[in-house]
Nanobody
Framework: QVQLVESGGGLVQAGGSQRLSCAAP????????MGWYRQAPGKQRELAAA???????NYADSVKGRFTISRGIAKNTVYLQMDNLKPEDTAVYYC??????????????WGQGTQVTVSS
């Protein structure tokens, strides 16, 4: 079972920044849409940011103007730059990606999750 590889996260003070990375392991044919979801304690998982294969982006209202999702030069990587972090951004962040290891066989995978904690 393929699992996306996440890095970044940790503890940061309010107003600070963090950058999360996510990569699809191995040799892929194509990376389609990717997104970052987050789940705070006692709450449902929600979409924070997403990017299509064409580069179009979509953000939750709560993170617009503060978070930036982007693709890396390596075609299997996506980043989430988080600026002006707030305590309410504290959550486990999960990477999600639709990957084709073989042409015509897109499958959606998840990362293991990385904790982001913003102190006030």
């Amino acid at each position: 079972q393929v699992q996306l590889v996440e890095s970044g996260g940790g503890l940061v003070q309010a107003g600070g920044s963090q950058r999360l990375s996510c990569a699809a392991p191995g040799s892929i044919f194509r990376l389609n849409g990717m997104g970052w979801y987050r789940q705070a304690p006692g709450k449902q998982r929600e979409l924070a940011a997403a990017i299509t294969s064409g580069g179009s982006t979509n953000y939750a209202d709560s993170v617009k103007g503060r978070f930036t999702i982007s693709r890396g030069i390596a075609k299997n990587t996506v980043y989430l730059q988080m600026d002006n972090l707030k305590p309410e951004d504290t959550a486990v962040y999960y990477c999600n990606a639709n990957v084709e290891y073989e042409l015509g066989y897109p499958i959606t995978y998840w990362g293991q999750g990385t904790q982001v904690t913003v102190s006030s």
